[in-house]
């Protein structure tokens, strides 16, 4: 058993005594789970008055595919109703919040700016500092640790998949940047709490925790997944596959048409640090060429210390756009923006690798933005 104890485990070792006797909406999916993996809801039930849960992305039972909206209605599975902030409303409404006299949020964040269940704490934490309700974030460790690497979010850039100006690796977790987007950018602060997370320390990579890693969302498999997922989710903002519909989401990318030995050889040239990229065919069974035979790579961490998923996954991205550029483009939305924009925070990135910019001239001051969010995420670090 982990010698860590994450806010659920705390919260329990102390018999829910700030939850007793009041009625509790839960925030959670099935990444939420105390150290027996018994899940949070489960053991807030027991405890507490719990009266609804609240659904983000892929919903309460983890299953919905990416991007997937749904509706509110009661859970004949779980017995409980479960309002959805993933669907008609991403913010919960003061009907939503009606009868409640707290909200705790227990959820899995994998440590990159673009995961969305941050922001829809964000919009919960928004919501019950209007209508007067407190928040409890029952924390859990960043599964990347400290590291912090990417570009600050512009703010024409803000959607569901980044609101606010932190970078792409941010090295907090979920409780930590609750306290600093209460803080510092929302309408309505929440009356927040968070339940800090025991013997853990901020340096610590999930593998380090000794805590199971259990699927935040279909895609997230494993821990490996988390790893490159701060890079390679860049790839969803081309038309290469990203790896959704195989067992290597995040892990595998490639597109029909191409050389897989020859994009293999190409990359592992640029000696990006601690990475080595084989070349790989897969079949898609969703998403992006769903049933076409895909030619690409799969890339291997062979130094987790050494990796920087941001630059690396750029760099691909960067020698893919110029490499084989009648089998690369960029994604267009419905409204002709890019998601690619959206994912890397930053309107200007995507024309400068049209126009052939070298991966230093792409990650110009990145260095600078490390340093200042460093500083500035000081007073909201809960961890040594």
Not at 221 to 247: D, K, M, N, W
Request: aromatic share 10%; with cysteine; glycine share 10%.
């Amino acid at each position: 058993m982990s010698h860590i104890y994450t806010g659920i485990d705390v919260l329990h070792e102390y018999d829910f005594q700030v939850l007793k006797g009041r009625r509790v909406g839960l925030l959670t999916n099935p990444s939420a789970v105390n150290n027996k993996l018994e899940r949070t809801l489960d053991v807030l039930r027991a405890g507490v008055t719990l009266v609804s849960l609240f659904a983000p992305e892929h919903g309460i039972h983890g299953v919905r595919r990416d991007g997937e909206h749904f509706a509110s209605g009661y859970d004949e599975v779980l017995g409980v109703y479960v309002h959805s902030v993933y669907g008609t409303h991403i913010r919960p409404t003061r009907e939503m919040l009606d009868g409640l006299d707290v909200i705790v949020c227990d959820i899995q964040d994998v440590g990159a700016r673009f995961y969305t269940f941050l922001w829809t704490l964000s919009y919960v934490m928004d919501a019950a500092g209007e209508y007067g309700v407190p928040v409890f974030v029952l924390d859990r460790p960043n599964p990347l640790g400290d590291m912090i690497r990417g570009p600050l979010l512009h703010p024409e850039c803000a959607s569901l998949v980044g609101r606010f100006p932190i970078p792409i690796q941010h090295g907090m977790t979920i409780g930590e940047l609750a306290r600093m987007i209460n803080a510092l950018w929302l309408d309505h602060p929440a009356d927040l709490t968070v339940i800090s997370c025991a013997g853990l320390l901020r340096s610590m990579t999930w593998d380090e925790t000794g805590i199971p890693f259990i699927p935040p969302s279909p895609a997230m498999a494993h821990f490996v997944t988390a790893q490159h997922y701060p890079g390679s989710c860049l790839i969803e903002g081309t038309t290469f596959s990203e790896g959704r519909g195989t067992a290597l989401p995040f892990e595998v990318i490639g597109t029909p048409g191409i050389d897989a030995d020859q994009v293999a050889n190409r990359l592992n040239a640029l000696a990006f640090p601690g990475v080595r990229f084989r070349p790989h065919v897969f079949r898609p069974t969703a998403s992006k060429h769903s049933g076409e035979d895909c030619a690409g790579i799969q890339a291997h961490i062979m130094q987790s210390r050494a990796f920087d998923p941001v630059s690396t996954w750029l760099g691909v991205i960067r020698e893919l756009r110029h490499f084989v550029p009648d089998s690369f483009g960029w994604v267009v939305g419905e409204n002709g923006a890019y998601p690619f924009d959206r994912l890397i925070g930053d309107m200007a990135v995507r024309p400068a690798i049209d126009d052939g910019a070298t991966l230093s001239e792409l990650t110009a001051g990145w260095s600078e933005v490390a340093f200042e969010f460093r500083k500035q995420r000081e007073p909201y670090l809960l961890y040594g």
